[in-house]
């Protein structure tokens, strides 16, 4: 399948900063119309492959294109296709929230895009701050208003770089429905976040990264039965447990043991030395392995 196909297509990337190599030979096709997840721990080069993504950093080797479009020698094109929400808080402080919106859709020529302005800052409760001066918004409303201007020009393909950090429960809970939307819409969604939970119940697709390079790409089903870690939550009727269980369980600050086990053979073993050793368990719970547990489990391995 061929670069034009894809609504985000990536080979063999590198880029070095000085003595850090941010990206290492990365590879990824995304395909119209997916939601796709980007994970990685802090340094792993998330933030490096948006910038060459949106133009702001040239790789050192290596090609990137949206929706087919080289986004060196076709980045007119390019930008167009691309809608980016950044993690930074940037706003200019001498416009309203309405102002910005059409200003940014002067950016990419667009006249009479008021319907969608007005449409966009409805879903994203930002109608009622239409005529605030955008230094007067909170931290919440200023991070709605970068999406609003990711979203004004309609693009086919948009990513979402942390979006959700430090905002509050609804803002995130009407965020993504939006998103959602959108992307049942036919919008190709690339996300990051640090939240693998909003990951794993949004994205069909995910790939890992660490130290540049990709070290897991999957379909979000499949990555989590990578793993055969499970947890046991036990309350129990003593403070202590036995010698040899010490070193396996872990207190939670509510006072409850957890356990991880391979399987239930490895559970009933742990039971039947609490039963010898007299200990009671007065309440259990069993949690299947989530994003969480195989994130940390490639990026240990890795």
Known sequence: MNAAAHAISVHNLRKRFRTTQALDGVSLDIQPGEFFGLLGPN???????????????????????????????????????LGVVPQELVYDPFFNVRETLHIQSGYF?????????????????????????????????K?????AQ????????????????????????????????????????????????EAEALCGRIAMLKSGRVVAADTTRNLLRLTNEHCAQLRLDRETVPLAWQKRLQRDADGCWRLNFGDYADLESLLADLRADDVRVLEMHLREPDLEDVFTDIMKRT
Do not use: C
């Open 43 to 81: 340094g792993a080069g998330k933030t490096t492959l948006i910038s060459i993504l949106a133009g702001l950093t040239r790789a050192d080797s290596g090609s990137a294109s949206i929706m087919g479009h080289d986004v060196v020698a076709g980045y007119r094109k390019a930008r167009r296709a």
């Open 109 to 141: 020529g667009l006249k009479h895009n008021d319907a969608w302005i007005d449409e966009i800052m409805h879903h994203l409760d930002l109608t009622p701050h239409a005529s605030k001066n955008t230094q007067s918004l909170s931290g919440g409303m």
């Open 143 to 147: 991070r709605r208003l970068l999406v």
């Open 150 to 197: 990711a979203l004004v020009h309609k693009p086919p393909v948009i990513v979402l770089d942390e979006p959700t950090a430090g905002v509050d429960v609804d803002l995130r809970r009407s965020l993504w429905e939006f998103v959602s939307r959108l992307n049942r819409e036919g919008h190709t969604i690339l996300l990051t976040t640090h939240y693998l939970e």
